[in-house]
Nanobody, 126 residues
Framework: QVQLVESGGGLVQAGGSLRLSCAASGRTLSNYAMGWFRQAPGKEREFVAAISWSGGNTYYADSVKGRFTISRDNAKNTVYLQMNSLKPEDTADYFC???????????????????WGQGTQVTVSS
């Protein structure tokens, strides 16, 4: 079993930046792909970004490409989402997720992920 805990959310003005962290406990993340998803009020959960187990491959939703960067520090058992040039439409609860299949590639499909954090709220004001 692995526990994921997100942090770093908050209220920021449009154009600002936030860095989300996803810390894992219970198991090491180093051999598993990780993803970030978000869910705005009244909307379905959507893919934001994903990173391969090695960190060598990253994937982004078109809506965040060029503004968000996903990274991982396997020594710290933590995955990050750097969010720049934030827009009001980025307002959502952000969730990290672990795809618990050994050294399998990342995915943009939520159902491919096995463990989820509780989420951290991001609010971008205009």
């Amino acid at each position: 079993q692995v526990q994921l805990v997100e942090s770093g959310g908050g209220l920021v003005q449009a154009g600002g930046s936030l860095r989300l962290s996803c810390a894992a406990s219970g198991r090491t993340l180093s051999n598993y792909a990780m993803g970030w998803f978000r869910q705005a009020p009244g909307k379905e959960r959507e893919f934001v970004a994903a990173i391969s187990w090695s960190g060598g491959n990253t994937y982004y939703a078109d809506s965040v490409k060029g503004r968000f960067t996903i990274s991982r520090d396997n020594a710290k058992n933590t995955v990050y989402l750097q969010m720049n040039s934030l827009k009001p439409e980025d307002t959502a609860d952000y969730f990290c997720a672990a795809r618990w299949r050994l050294r399998v590639g990342a995915s943009d499909e939520a159902h491919e992920y096995d463990y989820w954090g509780q989420g951290t709220q991001v609010t971008v004001s205009s």
